[in-house]
């Protein structure tokens, strides 16, 4: 299994950016996919989930900031992320498990004025 993110960076306060994860080594169109992060001096913390069949879920607190989507021809997972604030600097990860064990290295996002 390999998942490589990207689309991180350093972005101003209600600024967006949108994140991709490419998959491969496994059969991507038949696995929930997910979005995690962590926080500066924080654990890892579930941000978005995708059924194989593209229907998102998200935590409370980035519900209509952040979109998650998938192209299942592609092996592709994204994660449009819009009025960014300080709180969402975090390294993001994508994972193919709810545990995040199996994830990729994480793409940084720092929002900062």
């Not at 496994?26 to 989930?49: C, H, L, N």
């Amino acid at each position: 299994v390999r998942l490589v993110e990207s689309g991180g960076g350093s972005v101003q306060p209600g600024g967006s950016l949108r994140l991709s994860c490419a998959a491969s080594g496994f059969t991507f169109s038949d696995y929930w996919m997910y979005w995690a992060r962590q926080r500066p001096g924080k654990g890892i913390e579930w941000v978005s989930s995708i059924k194989p069949n593209g229907i998102g879920f998200h935590n409370d607190w980035v519900k209509g900031r952040f979109t998650i989507s998938r192209d299942n021809a592609d092996n592709m997972l994204y994660l449009q992320m819009n009025s960014l604030t300080a709180g969402d600097t975090a390294v993001y990860y994508c994972s193919k498990d709810f545990t995040f064990t199996t994830r990729g290295k994480g793409t940084l996002v720092t929002v900062s004025s």
